[in-house]
């Protein structure tokens, strides 16, 4: 793929978001969130399917979430962090430039209310 990009997929709202093989080995070296190593088709059904919310301070930033049932140890979701930005086209239009900042495992309890809570990065 272009730019460095891992690969690419489009969310539910039809916006295309990519992950780049920098941000990928970021995520995953041992000081940051190695566990998701072996989850990297759960963050794609997570952007594709998941349920997303803006930053109330950060309006170009995107939370998504999604709940599945075998992830490490005692977590429950996967969280991917997203930035909508755009860069230049060809012919000085702007260009949707939607990217995972980075993404990490969490346990949330039941019944935990995704549109008013606020998830720590």
Do not use: C
Request: proline content about 6%; overall charge negative; glycine content about 6%.
């Amino acid at each position: 793929m272009i730019d460095g990009r891992r690969w690419e997929v489009r969310d539910r709202y039809g916006n295309h978001i990519y992950l780049t093989h920098e941000r990928w080995k970021h995520i995953t070296e041992p000081m940051n969130h190695p566990e998701m190593s072996a989850y990297e088709e759960h963050l794609k059904e997570t952007i594709q399917s998941g349920r997303r919310k803006q930053d109330s301070l950060n309006p170009q930033k995107y939370r998504y979430v999604k709940p599945f049932d075998d992830l490490a140890e005692d977590n429950t979701h996967i969280i991917a962090i997203v930035l909508f930005r755009f860069s230049e086209g060809p012919g000085g239009e702007p260009v949707p430039n939607n990217y995972i900042v980075t993404a990490y495992q969490k346990e949330i309890g039941w019944g935990y209310d995704y549109d008013r809570a606020s998830l720590q990065l």
